[in-house]
């Protein structure tokens, strides 16, 4: 397998964005340091398309960050009155009535929804700063690997909006909802050691190990039969929303379809 790093062949590169595929292993990497890798509707495009672009072969995805920061947020620009060029600006979308407000939006998050597909497990790698969509975004993905320099911080509220990119239902589910509360209302920095005493992160490194320990987590996951991780993401997944009876019954039924499977007398 091929090191997270490594520069393969690859699959998708535009727009701050580049997706390499080793066989059962791709890597997603955000290539804009100069500007700490920040965020815009052509990066999450982008991010849409990776996802769409996957071979069926892939198991596990590594989300990283070129440069010193993993994600600084958006771009800042989005946030003029004028806007990126080409892209609606924030007073635009202010204006479009609530179903074409909803609409757009709902297309922004589709680059942070795909990553918890029970086809695949995503890890994010995440180095500096991972600040508002960055956080979110690193919320997205099933892992969290840091280096011992991670700050996390959920800016929105500051700016007067909400953190509206699919992270607070996986922030409120790791951390629980008074921790959440205040991360996000307070806007402060989560640095690496409290993000592995809450769960918001596996574990922490020194910055020079993160893509070794996500290459190593990865290989743990592609030694696990690849059908019993998407039942047992399925069934982990699903635990939450289900009474403990109901899971009870998932579980049979997940497993009854790896008996048959492994007898070789499923369908």
């Known amino acids: 397998m091929a090191s997270p790093a490594q520069d393969l062949a690859a699959v ?11 066989d059962a292993f791709a890597t997603v990497t955000l290539t804009n340091p100069a500007k700490r890798n920040a965020q815009s509707p052509a990066l999450w495009r982008a ?40 892209e609606p600006s924030f007073t635009d979308l202010a204006r479009r ?3 074409g407000l909803d609409a757009a939006i709902a297309g922004f998050q589709e680059a942070f929804t795909w990553w918890r597909r029970n086809d695949i497990v995503s890890i994010a790698a995440v180095q500096g700063h991972a600040i508002g969509a960055g956080f979110q975004l690193a919320l997205a993905c099933d892992l969290r690997v840091v280096a011992d320099d991670v700050q996390f911080a959920m800016r929105e509220t500051s700016l007067g909006i909400v953190p509206d990119l699919t992270g607070t239902h996986p922030l409120v589910g790791l951390v629980g909802y008074a921790r959440a509360l205040e991360i996000c209302a307070t806007g402060r920095f989560v640095g690496a050691q409290e993000a592995v ?5 596996n574990v922490a490194v020194p910055v020079d190990e993160l893509d070794a320990a996500a290459h190593d987590l990865a290989a743990a996951l592609l030694a696990a039969p690849r059908d019993a991780v998407v039942e047992t993401k399925a069934l982990l997944r699903g635990a939450l929303d289900r009474t403990y009876d109901d899971q009870r019954a998932a579980e049979r039924a997940a497993q009854a379809r790896r008996l048959r499977d492994l007898a070789g007398t499923g369908e």
């Open 97 to 99: 009535d609530d179903a």
């Open 12 to 22: 998708l590169d535009k727009d701050g964005v580049r997706l390499t595929v080793d």
């Open 197 to 201: 005493a809450c769960g918001l992160a």
């Open 47 to 86: 991010l849409t398309e990776a996802g769409r672009s996957l071979p069926g072969s892939v198991r596990v995805v590594v989300l990283r960050g070129e440069g010193k920061s993993f994600s600084a947020g958006l771009d800042r620009q989005m946030l003029t009155p004028e806007g990126i060029p080409g």
